[in-house]
Each structure stands twice: as C-alpha cells, then as structure tokens.
C-alpha cells in the first residue's frame, strides 16, 4: 500500500473532509506529473506550457490557429498567451501570419524547427507517461479519466 497523502506531507492532524483530502491528493499528484514532464522538457530548453502549444499546433495541423482557438485548448490557463507566443517565435518554434481576409486574424503555426522539438519529445514523453501510470491497469485509467472528467464538469 502507498503512503497517504498525510504521511508525504508528515501531517498529524486529520484532513478536515474527505473532499478536502480529494482536493489536495489531484494538487500533489498534478505536481508530481508535471515535474516528470518537465525533466523531460529540461533539456530541449522548453516550458510546460510551451510543450503544450507545439503539441496543439502540431495537431491542428497546416492551417494553424488563432490565439484564443489556441488559449481555450490549453491544459492550464494562461494569463498572457501572446507573451507566451512571442517568446516561442523568437527561440523559431512558431510563426504567426495575418490572415489576408480579416488582417485582424493572425494565425499561429508550427516552425520546422517547432515540429522538431516536438516530434522528437514524443517518446520520452510516452515513456514518462508509462512510468507515471502504466502501473494502473486499464480499466482503473479508464475509471480514473471518467472521475476526473466528473470533478471537472460536475453538472455533466
């Protein structure tokens, strides 16, 4: 059996709820993930949420997407996505354009160095996510996706 979140955390007195145990177990454990993914990321010289952005542009394919298209699929909310966008076309792993229909629209696309990074991210990424979780079997992640949705969308 796995230490409980009390013992990580050396915490003597009782969480005050289940919900509240809950709560601070989903925090740990995104924290843990996340760490995982950024060693990972560590040596390409990327962040997170850069990581993010070249796999949602890879998957939205040659046509790009704007900056809010690109914001609302986001895993974590940014506070500033174009600063996050300048930075990552100023290291060349996207290029923005204006659309020539609506100038106001401006596109953002994958670079060939952009596609590089990220393709070459794929399997040290999967293997991360086998260390993390291919323990579980699965029906418990298809179990585990179904209660996070659930906590996610609550009216659902």
Partial sequence: MPPSLRDELRQRRPFTSRAEEAHLNLIRTAAILSEGVERVLKPVGISLPQYNVLRILRGAGDQGLCRNELRDRLLTRMPDVTRLLDRMEDAGLVMRTRETADRRQVRTHLTPRGREVV??????????????????????????????????????
Avoid at 124 to 142: C, F, K, N, P
């Fill in 119 to 156: 393709d070459g991210l794929d399997n040290a990424i999967a293997s991360e996510h086998q260390t993390r979780l291919g323990h579980l079997a699965d029906a418990d992640l298809t179990t585990l996706i179904t209660l996070l949705e659930t906590v996610r969308h609550p009216d659902a």
